[in-house]
């Protein structure tokens, strides 16, 4: 049934520094720490629950942690997928190697809107890959995609066609997509993202 079928949880994390500076109450770290959190209780909820995380930012968007890119990875700390304290410090690391990657980034014109669009194609792709019979071996449930956008941005409205094309192509192939917005006014953009895909918006 639906019920028994494992989730990949696909999280957007919206990083760009300017959006966190205008947020009251919290700050990046707190809201990352409780990311982690909630990854460990979404891993509770089915033994073979996944989770990818993409990361966004006004100069670039990455694709930074797959349970296919740890298993691979010579230097990650466990292999196993179900150690979530493993998967928390990897993930942590990840998140302030990237922070301090796009903290050196110097550029004659400043740019203030994460590649949002760009995270969203990211995330599409990686959907639909899951989604293939050859992404799982014979004896591993069949996953259902969702994604899960956690952003203090609101404005994205520049990137208008891409982002339809990608809310259009979720809206497809039935791929919720929830968001979290962590701002004192909300993104048309994605509760426009939630609400043709029947995904949870929240404004914090």
Known sequence: TSQDQPTVLVTIFDMNPDGWAAVQDTDIETVAENMLAFFRAFH??????KVAVIVTHPHTARLLY????????????TK?????DAIDFDLHKLLVEFS???AGITSETK????????ALAIAACYCNRMTLPESSGPTTPKVQPRVLVISPSVDFSGQYVSLMNCFFSFE??????DALVLADQDSPMLQRAC???SGA???F
């Open 44 to 49: 509770l909820l089915h033994a073979n629950n």
């Open 66 to 77: 797959t349970p296919q890119m740890r298993s691979n990875n010579p230097n990650s700390t």
């Open 80 to 84: 196993d997928s179900l150690d979530m």
């Open 100 to 102: 301090k990657e796009m």
């Open 111 to 118: 740019k203030t809107t994460s590649l949002m669009s760009s």
């Open 172 to 177: 497809k192939n039935g791929i919720l997509v």
């Open 195 to 197: 609400d043709l895909t």
């Open 201 to 203: 918006y929240l404004r």
